[in-house]
């Protein structure tokens, strides 16, 4: 059936956004559309809603079952819960993905261009790389599918590509996760499906997949494979590679999805053209073709309810629907395939009308020839077409045959293997079943759904089974026979959830009050589902608790009642109350105290029910339940009997008012609560209010109390008010150190509060309050107090220790208090230099006591002192007084001239310009004012020249702003000053020079010049002088540079090197005037000393090729001048040039080595290895460096002057050998680094070169000498190579000592395929010293896989040095499995030795197995091995039984026995004997059969007496009829036990047991059956027995039947004894009853019986309320009311009377045995 469910386009998807990679459909619930600016999700579940989010991304694909989105933009990989609207996961993928899928509900799989991975949705962990793409599927491959099986085992990768002559090749990689393996697989499409197959109990894991060889012509086929099957199960299920049948013109048409439906195991392959293919899966038979469409199908899913495939095709959005039309299906195979054996399977695989006809005739033809199997088997697979009981008459009506199975039981056999029996069969099958009593089978087919359940099939399988026929009436719907099930199984508790589930209707009533009295307990049971049935309660609570008091049931009517009331309905107040009162005034306070504790009612009287506590003395609960002020304090009276944690608890009920009065009230009954009280106002302080609680514990006078709550409190308390009582409290109680702590370190209290109360106060210790004033700044006011009360030491305390920097303001405070001068001194000394100096000389200034600190300021200088505050008081002082401030001021180093100079300034300007000019530049303003207001222009023209500062010259020569023009007297006279004498005065060229400079910046030129020719060209005393030469040359360059080749030229005596790097400066650039003055003094006549010279030719060819860059022009200077700095600077050059070869020749000829570093870099680059040799040897005369020496190897190792290489090496040298051996050997100059190897004695190295130059012996040398891991392992893997096998062995050995190699050289030896060598190779290794486990491992791994016979002799020998878990794998993997079970007991792992002894016959041993079954851990391993032992090994069963017998459930063994069969029984009977001790009801049943079967009544009667744990009813069914007497007796034995009087008499009457029957009727205690035995003997006339039952049940019988019957029967001889004993009997009563009606004498009844109720055990109250299984009371509670349940109990309340009969007899007395006469 093919149809378009839906179109995209026309839900408004744009055609390019239907293709592969932007369109998905995960399953038949959404389908997802990538659009350029949106997300489209179309909710296939919901009538093709279109939603659509603005997101932007490259791909989206949802999850099959749940609303997650996953989002890929690049290589970001997103996953959002739509539902929750929370992304789950991020992730950023290593490369772009190509394909992606969810493979299940909880995994994403990502497929990129090399690899595949798996990210789990269920974890937080990253994507996990599952395995790597095959070449087949390389980056030229679109990837179009990819696939999980369902078992999770093998993934199966899928992709196309262009093929050769315009074909699209199709390649498959298959992945099996189990063993991460790959294969590859040729063909386009494929996919996983689970099949069941007839005659197999596991299911089929199968890949279907298309196949076709790329360029071949042969048609492409249809592939079946089954995946992963155990071979021990059998062979794998494969089907013959069925042609696909192409139509011709489709010949260049390629699949595009394969899809299985699960429902009918048909898979449908779909191709690019639009053709569908139909396939049997299992037969791989082609079933349909047709074109469905003209576009692609790009992407598809199965829809596994209905077996439909959905397909959307690309552009167009056509979501197409195909499914198997069931109804056409076998008549479109018959009529149009003819393939009559193909529709008989899928007719009777997929039950499908259209082959009635066929199946008919097959079953006929099979009948006819007496093939009984094959007929069931065609009914079987014919669907319900031939399932008819005139089907089931037909296999009847056939005779058996001797031997043989009836042919019925075949049938039934035949249709329980292929699928579930009808109503008819189900009840045909089970007659023969239950007649053999084998109710194992009936149990297992019903387990396993093969027989229809029908109310005649349970009342089948009622006499044998009552839980397996309740199963069949819970099937079959049978309400009514499914409660008497119940009922007579006494689950009580289920039959109301059962009514209810199934709307039954019952009568409860009646059932409930018939239980009371026979079984309380069933009917507390019933009555707890009654009130907890769904849709409410099916009976009257308050009447069910009033039937069970009736019964003086009251545990039984508290349990019931808490059931009952558990939901605490308001309208159950007074059941509440009841429940709690009958509990507290019965004498069982705990169980309403457990009751109350739980919290599970709260709608009882809470005022009554305190009251009952209040009076059982149970205080708390009493407290809990009042609510008035008076009761609640009248309770606490008691509460030194309370929890002290209840008490505190218990505040948080009561309102702050109650709270208030109950502390109160509390507080004032005694210390005893006063612990209790501290905790509740801590705990409440926050609700009461900490003014309230103060005022309970002040108002108490509990000070102690009082400082215990607040100091709880204060830490965290933001109150002023509690910190400054607990400061208040804590002065009271002399805890001084809690107030000095809280005053130092809270920030909270009011400081003048707590200073006014500290003052107020006076403490001895004034700690506190000096802690307040300190951080409050009430330090006036604490000096004040500390002097006041005589207190000094306490200041001098503070300000030494407390606060040193306070020191000032105590200081002024003691100047305005009078205080001694020496007692202020002695204070100041004390603190040192940890008195802010400025601020008290502030103080002292203010009140004209400077002075006074002089002593105070000379002892901190003299300790070092270098504050500035301490030398500008110290210089007020001496310039006040005149002490030498000349002398102060040009001196000291500390003092501060801002602060100094103006003090100066009044008193003396000199003073004040030698204090400003001390400012080193910070006080030039202040100088400058001061030089022009007293004219002091000569100190200032000298101050300006020696202070070379421009910013400063600008200031004094530039014009205000404004007046350039105007002349300035005061300028003009500092100029004149220093032309006229700064100037020419000044010897130090830098002063004349900045001054040069400072009035070329104030543009004066032309004076300057001027004055510098007039004195250094005009023949002054200063024309020789250099400085002066150097400003006029300097002058000239700034201010007029074409006059300074002039002045070079005439002038001789200047700096030249100075002047030429300012003519070289960036900001004038005369090159050429710079090379003039070098050339001129690198003559003798201009610089004598030959060394200057040559610096000055050095800087010369510096100037030529640093900044003219004319390397020619110095080539041709160096030559001239022909020294060796020269060439050297010339070669610098020529080298940052990038001219080498020069460069060397010009560093040669200086015979300068010192750019070695760089020559060999850019002889190395420019491989000049031959030039480079010279300079190095030449280098190495003068220089010992690692590099020469180094580079000098590698310069003879590249010209390959190996001789004088190895003569170098040999020799002395500093070269770093090892390095440029490696350089060497990294190059492939492996001669030259085994030379220089050798030479440092590299043996690992040396042994790699020996290897690159084949020489293997001498490298296994080597590696001796070396004798490290990595080096043995190189040489041993290199030998091998060569195929040297002694050599690799010998390095072999030396490797594997190293356990983390060891696998190195497995993998290596195998990959080349020398077994035998490594076998031998760790035959070796096991016999050294050193040998780990991992040799001992690896070689019994060897063995498993090639020398298999050795293995056993080596886990035994070498046991204790394998690796046991890896040395079993491997045995396993060669099935050598008593290797296994060897190693697996020494490890001690049992339960794998068992299970390999099960599971692989030939490793099996008797002794070993039973050795190991008693120490295995999984009890599960003993029933299997029970089943194995009985079908492989029986004669050994009952030895092993006999070991299991402490460790096993027997009655599961009998149900193993019972399924094996009836000789497994038989076999099993000594064991049976053996276990019986357990009484276990199914062993006791089995034994009976055998017995029975055995025809052993002794055996069975012992059994019977002995062991009581067995269906009685049933087995006396059975013995009933059975055709010995005994066995009859035992029947009626039986019937006896279970109190089946009538049936055990009918059956001894019957075989005229009268004795038996005579037991039994007395033992019934019944009148009735008692006269009937009666009247049975005297009909019968036997009268002995008559009398003999007269005399038996005398205790039972009715004087006047006895009488009677004697009388009518004439057995007055027999009758005799039985009427004197009645009258002896009545004599006896009559007096007992005398004394029994005297008047009582007076006794506390009521006490008696609380005393009685009170002992009972209620059951405890450990966690949970436990009120059922407990005794019930024998009598009515003491001062309960019962009017609230109606009406009186019967008998006046009370049970009758210990012996107090119905009828006024008597019980018998002590010594009247059962039938026996009374003593005479």
């Known amino acids: 059936q093919f149809s378009e469910a839906l179109n995209l386009q026309q839900l408004g998807v744009p055609e390019t956004s239907i293709k592969h990679g932007l369109t998905s459909m995960e399953s038949d619930r959404w389908i997802i559309c990538v659009e350029p600016t949106q997300v489209t999700m179309v909710d296939l579940q919901n009538g093709a809603q279109v939603t659509r989010r603005p997101i932007q991304a490259e791909a989206a694909v949802m999850n099959p079952t749940q609303n997650i989105l996953a989002l890929r933009s690049g290589t970001t990989v997103q996953i959002f819960n739509l539902d929750a609207k929370a992304k789950v996961k991020a992730h950023q993928m290593p490369e772009p993905l190509v394909f992606w899928k969810w493979t299940s509900t909880s995994n994403l799989a990502l497929v990129t261009a090399t690899a595949v991975y798996h990210w789990k949705l269920d974890d937080a962990n990253p994507p996990v790389k599952m395995f790597d793409r095959l070449d087949k599927l390389g980056p030229n491959t679109q990837i179009i599918n990819y696939r999980v099986s369902p078992d999770g085992k093998w993934c199966l990768l899928g992709g196309i590509s262009a093929g050769a002559g315009g074909t699209v090749d199709g390649n498959m990689q298959l992945y099996s996760m189990e063993k991460k393996v790959s294969q590859h697989l040729t063909g386009h499409a494929a996919a996983f499906a689970t099949i069941k197959l007839p005659g197999r109990d596991d299911p089929a894991h199968v ?3 298309q196949g076709k060889t790329a360029g071949s012509a042969e048609p492409p086929k249809f592939f079946v494979r089954e995946i992963g099957r155990d071979p021990a199960k059998g062979p794998p299920f494969g089907i013959t590679p069925a042609s696909i049948p192409i139509p011709p013109d489709a010949v260049s048409d390629f699949p595009v999805s394969l899809v299985v ?25 082609t079933i349909y073709r047709a074109r469905v469409t003209q576009d692609t199908v790009f992407v598809t899913c199965a829809q596994a309810s209905t077996g439909a495939i959905f397909g959307i095709t690309v552009r167009r959005g056509g979501v197409l629907r195909m499914q198997l039309n069931g109804q056409t299906l076998i008549p479109y195979i018959l009529n149009t395939l003819r393939d009559n054996d193909l529709a008989i399977k899928l007719a009777g695989r997929l039950n499908l009308p259209g082959a009635e006809s066929l199946f008919a005739a097959e079953f006929e033809r099979h009948m006819s020839t007496g093939n009984i199997a094959e007929a069931a088997r065609i009914v079987a697979s014919s669907g319900t077409a031939l399932r008819t009981p005139a089907t089931m008459s037909r296999f009847q009506q056939i005779p058996a045959q001797p031997g043989q199975v009836p042919p019925l039981l075949q049938y039934f056999s035949v249709l329980l293997e292929t699928g579930r029996l009808n109503e008819q069969e189900s009840i045909e099958v089970a007659k023969p079943v239950l007649q053999q009593s084998r109710l194992p089978l009936m149990e297992k087919w019903l387990k396993d759904d093969k027989l229809q359940a029908s109310e005649a099939l349970g009342d089948l399988i009622m006499p044998h089974d009552v839980g397996m026929a309740l199963s069949v009436y819970l099937r079959a719907e049978c309400h009514a026979k499914a409660i008497q099930c119940f009922v007579q199984r006494g689950e009580y508790d289920k039959i109301v959830p059962y009514s209810t589930s199934v709307g039954f209707k019952m009568d409860y009533s009646s059932m409930l009050n018939q239980l009371l009295f026979n079984n309380p307990q069933g009917a507390l049971d019933l009555a707890k589902g009654l009130v907890n049935a769904e849709g409410g309660t099916l009976i009257d609570i308050q009447a069910t608790a009033e039937a069970f008091l009736s019964s003086n049931r009251v545990q039984e009517t508290t349990a019931f009642l808490l059931e009952a009331l558990k939901e605490n309905k308001s309208e159950h107040a007074y059941l509440q109350t009841k429940l709690l009162e009958i509990n507290l005034i019965g004498g069982a306070p705990q169980v309403a105290d457990a009751i109350m504790q739980q919290g599970i009612l709260t709608h009882y009287d809470r005022p009554h029910i305190g009251k009952l506590c209040e009076r059982a003395g149970m205080w708390q609960r009493a407290a809990e339940h009042y609510t008035e002020i008076n009761d609640i304090k009248r309770v606490f009276k008691n509460s030194h009997q309370m929890n002290p944690e209840f008490v505190v608890s218990y505040f948080s009920k009561l309102n702050r008012e109650q709270s208030i009065m109950l502390l109160k009230d509390m507080i004032s009954r005694g210390p005893q609560n006063m612990q209790v009280c501290v905790e509740v106002a801590k705990k409440y302080h926050d609700e009461l209010g900490s003014e309230d609680l103060v005022g309970v514990f002040e108002g108490a006078r509990a000070t102690e109390g009082l400082y215990y709550y607040l100091g709880a409190i204060v830490n965290s308390s933001e109150d002023p008010f509690v910190h400054f009582k607990y400061i208040q409290s804590s002065c009271m109680l002399g805890q001084f150190k809690e107030a000095e702590r809280v005053c130092r370190d809270s920030n909270i209290y009011v400081p003048e509060e707590v200073k006014n109360y500290l003052k107020s106060s006076k403490l001895p210790d004034p700690r506190p309050l000096i802690h307040v004033c300190d951080r409050y700044d009430y330090v006036d006011e604490l000096t004040e107090y500390l002097y006041l009360n005589s207190l000094l030491q306490y200041i001098e305390v503070y300000v030494t220790k407390v606060s040193p920097t306070k020191t000032p303001m105590v200081v002024g405070k003691l100047f305005d208090l009078g205080a001694n001068e020496d007692f202020v001194k002695r204070i100041l000394m004390a603190v040192g230099t940890a008195c802010p100096v400025e601020e008290l000389v502030e103080i002292a200034e203010t009140r004209n006591r400077l002075r006074l600190l002089q002593p105070w300021l000379e002892a901190n200088v003299a300790t070092g002192s270098t504050e500035p505050s301490t030398h500008n008081a110290l210089g007020k002082i001496y310039i006040t007084l005149n002490r030498d401030p000349k002398s102060f001021l040009l001196n000291n180093m500390f003092y501060d001239p801002k602060v100094l100079g103006p003090y100066c300034e009044s008193l003396d300007p000199q003073l004040a310009f030698i204090a400003y000019k001390k400012g080193a530049g910070e006080c030039d303003e202040q100088l400058i004012k001061v030089s022009h207001e007293h004219g002091l222009y000569r100190d200032l023209a000298k101050y300006m020249v020696e202070r070379q500062d421009l910013e400063l010259w600008a200031k004094v020569l530039t014009p205000e702003e404004g007046k350039e023009n105007e002349e300035d007297p005061q300028r003009r006279q500092l100029i004149d000053q220093v032309v006229e004498w700064a100037l020419p005065e ?11 400079k400072a009035f070329m910046a104030a543009d004066l030129p032309s004076e300057l ?11 002054s005393d200063f024309s020789d002088n250099k400085n002066l030469q150097n400003l006029l040359i300097l002058t000239s360059i700034r201010a007029d540079s074409t006059r300074t080749a002039g002045y070079i030229d005439q002038l001789d005596n200047f700096d030249a090197k100075d002047i030429a790097l300012i003519c070289l400066s960036e900001s004038h650039m005369l090159f050429e005037e710079a090379f003039s003055i070098y050339v001129k003094f690198a003559k003798p006549e201009q610089t004598p000393d030959k060394d200057e010279q040559i610096e000055m030719m050095v800087l010369a060819i510096g100037v030529l090729v640093d900044h003219m860059k004319d390397l020619d022009r110095a080539k041709t200077y160096a030559s001239q001048c022909d020294e060796k700095p020269v060439w050297s600077k010339l070669g610098k050059a020529q080298l940052e040039n990038k001219f080498p070869a020069e460069a060397i020749e010009s560093f040669i000829n200086a015979e300068d080595p010192s750019e070695y570093v760089q020559v060999c870099a850019e002889a190395n680059e420019g491989e000049i290895w031959a030039a480079l040799i010279p300079f190095l040897k030449m280098a190495r005369k003068s220089m010992q460096e690692n590099l020469i020496d180094t580079e000098l190897i590698y310069a003879y190792a590249k010209t390959s002057n190996l001789t004088e290489m190895e003569k170098f090496v040999s020799g002395p040298n500093v070269a770093n050998i090892q390095t440029i051996g490696d350089r060497c050997f990294s190059e492939g100059l492996y001669q030259a680094a085994k030379i220089l190897f050798i030479g440092i004695n590299n043996n690992s190295k040396l042994a790699l070169c020996h290897i690159h130059l084949e020489e293997y012996r001498d490298a296994v040398d080597a590696a001796k000498k070396a004798n490290n891991v990595s080096t043995w392992k190189q040489v041993c893997f290199a030998c091998l190579r060569a195929e040297e096998f002694r050599l690799a062995a010998t390095c072999g050995l030396e490797v594997i000592k190293y356990p983390d190699h060891v696998d190195d050289v497995v993998v290596y030896y195998s990959d080349l395929g020398h077994f035998g060598h490594l076998i031998s190779l760790f035959e070796q290794g096991i016999g050294l010293d050193d040998a780990h486990v991992g040799i001992f491992t690896e070689l019994g791994i060897l063995y498993t896989k090639h020398m298999p016979e050795k293995v056993m002799d080596h886990c035994k020998v070498f046991f204790s040095k394998l690796n046991v878990s890896k040395v079993v794998r491997a045995c396993e993997r060669a099935r050598l499995f008593k290797p296994s079970v060897y190693l697996y007991m020494q490890d001690k792992q049992h339960d794998n030795a068992v299970r390999t002894m099960m599971e692989y016959a030939p490793c099996w041993n008797h002794d070993l197995f039973l050795d190991s079954i008693t120490k295995v851990r999984n009890a599960e391993l003993m029933y299997k091995a029970v089943s194995h032992y009985l079908t492989l090994h029986p004669m050994f069963f009952t030895r092993l039984m006999e070991v299991l017998e402490a460790g096993i459930d027997h009655g599961r063994v009998v149900n193993i026995l019972k399924r094996t069969g009836d000789w497994a029984l038989q076999l099993a009977l000594p064991y049976l004997k053996i276990v019986q001790k357990f009484d276990v009801s199914i062993i006791n049943e089995t034994l009976h059969d055998l017995y029975i079967e055995d025809e052993d009544y002794e055996a069975l009667r012992n059994s019977i007496e002995k062991f009581k744990n067995f269906n009685m009813i049933a087995l006396a069914s059975t013995l009933s009829s059975h055709e010995l007497l005994e066995f009859r007796r035992i029947s009626a034995y039986v019937y006896r ?17 009268w004795k038996d029957s005579i037991d ?15 009247r049975f003997f005297c009909e019968t006339s036997e009268k002995e027995c008559f009398s003999a039952a007269l005399y038996t049940c005398f205790e039972h019988i009715s004087p006047d039947v006895a009488i009677e019957l004697g009388w009518m029967n004439g057995y007055y001889n ?6 004197i004993q009645t009258f002896r009997r009545t004599h006896q009563r009559l007096k007992e009853l005398e004394v029994r009606t005297a008047p009582p004498a007076e006794d506390n009844v009521e006490n008696d019986v609380a005393a009685s109720y009170t002992n009972n055990n209620l059951g405890g109250f450990g966690g949970v309320l436990m009120l059922e299984n407990q005794p019930s009371m024998g009598g009515p509670m003491p001062g309960v009311d019962m009017s609230g349940f109606g009406g009186m109990m019967p008998n006046g309340g009370g049970m009758p009377q210990m012996g107090q009969m119905d009828g006024g007899m008597m019980m018998p007395q002590m010594g009247q045995m059962d039938g026996g006469l009374p003593q005479m």
């Open 207 to 209: 890949l279907c997949f």
């Open 261 to 285: 439906d699960p429902k009918n195991d048909i898979a449908l392959l779909l191709t690019k053209m639009g053709y569908v293919y139909m396939f049997d899966i299992h037969s791989g038979k």
């Open 986 to 996: 000044s010897t130090n060229a830098d002063e004349v020079s900045c001054t040069v």
């Open 1009 to 1019: 010049i001027n004055l510098l020719e007039r004195i250094v060209l005009q023949g």
């Open 1537 to 1553: 036990c279970n109190k089946k009087w009538s049936q055990s008499i009918e059956l001894s009457k019957n075989d005229r047991m």
């Open 1560 to 1574: 039994t009727a007395n033992e019934s205690e019944d009148t009735e059956i008692i006269e009937g035995i009666l």
């Open 1614 to 1619: 027999f009758t005799m004894p039985y009427i």
